[in-house]
């Protein structure tokens, strides 16, 4: 969420394999974000309301938030000087973790994960990560790296128990741009896979396109379509990370309509390939489930 690691298109800048976190104060942000990474954040006074795959989230100080951020994210409303600290954990990181296989698909495809409860541990430990991350010596940067991941774990364990009782909510819309916006992104989540136009969504909307397109930049900062192409992005991700699909199948079932757009598109935003990016992303135990597939269907 730190402005520093974005262009003006919301657009990671950094390296998409580095570990990294970091205190500043929060703000309403004024594009939104995509990048590879699954972002972790922290409040520590006031709230936030995120707009994050079709909903409003809005979330308390002192409950930890972890979402996958290939998908396009924003916050929309933040109580003023309140101070936030944003863990962003490489997806490679993310993938080699031992958690519930449901969870990390859920995860991937939209799941919004809340602390359920405020935890004056996570608070503090929070905060010595990121002093001491601040120091700057590399060993003790790794160990923070590596407790990081377990507080990750057990934020995914407590979330997955006690689903149905999260303490975010979705907030009441302020504005017809953020509830257009709201409504927008909704339906591109769920029709993605469809060949989609503006004219078509604002039909769907029941709103003008012109009127959804100025709706989306005063809050999203990017276009409806640059959106859809983002989400259809982040669903190809998903999948090439999942399942052992072909890339042209898909190509086609995110809308993408060939092999050869996607692949443009896809090198164009990433800088990779998506059969690169395929390969850099392969962990020890989801390679030996592969194999272990491989070997059971011959």
């Excluded at 002192?62 to 409303?77: E, M, N, Y």
């Excluded at 405020?118 to 601040?134: C, I, K, M, N, P």
């Excluded at 042209?248 to 090198?267: H, P, Q, W």
Aim: a neutral charge; charged letters at 25%; one cysteine or more.
């Amino acid at each position: 969420m730190a402005e520093d690691h974005f262009n003006r298109s919301g657009e990671w800048t950094g390296s998409p394999r580095s570990f990294l976190i970091e205190r500043h104060t929060a703000d309403a942000m004024s594009a939104a974000h995509w990048h590879d990474h699954v972002e972790i954040n922290l409040l520590f006074d006031g709230a936030m309301t995120y707009l994050f795959n079709g909903r409003q989230e809005r979330v308390e100080a002192g409950r930890l938030v972890l979402f996958w951020a290939a998908i396009p994210h924003q916050t929309i409303l933040v109580t003023p000087d309140a101070p936030l600290i944003c863990i962003y954990l490489p997806l490679c990181d993310f993938l080699a973790l031992s958690i519930d296989k449901k969870a990390r698909q859920a995860i991937m495809q939209g799941t919004f994960v809340v602390e359920p409860r405020r935890q004056e541990t996570t608070l503090l430990s929070a905060s010595t990560w990121a002093e001491e991350w601040g120091r700057g010596d590399p060993l003790r940067r790794q160990l923070i790296a590596d407790e990081a991941k377990l507080r990750v774990r057990r934020l995914i364990l407590d979330h997955t128990e006690d689903q149905g009782s999260s303490i975010a909510a979705a907030a009441t819309p302020i504005s017809p741009a953020i509830r257009h916006s709201e409504v927008l992104t909704d339906l591109i989540n769920r029709h993605f896979s469809e060949q989609l136009s503006l004219t078509e969504l604002g039909k769907r909307a029941n709103v003008h396109p012109t009127t959804a397109n100025r709706a989306f930049r005063d809050v999203l900062g990017i276009s409806v379509m640059e959106y859809l192409t983002r989400y259809r992005l982040a669903r190809a991700m998903q999948r090439l990370v999942e399942t052992e699909d072909s890339i042209l199948e898909i190509a086609l079932d995110c809308g993408f309509g060939s092999s050869s757009r996607f692949y443009d598109v896809f090198k164009q935003r990433t800088g990779t390939t998506p059969r690169q990016f395929r390969s850099s992303l392969e962990v020890p135990h989801l390679a030996d489930q592969a194999l272990t597939r491989r070997t059971f269907h011959t």
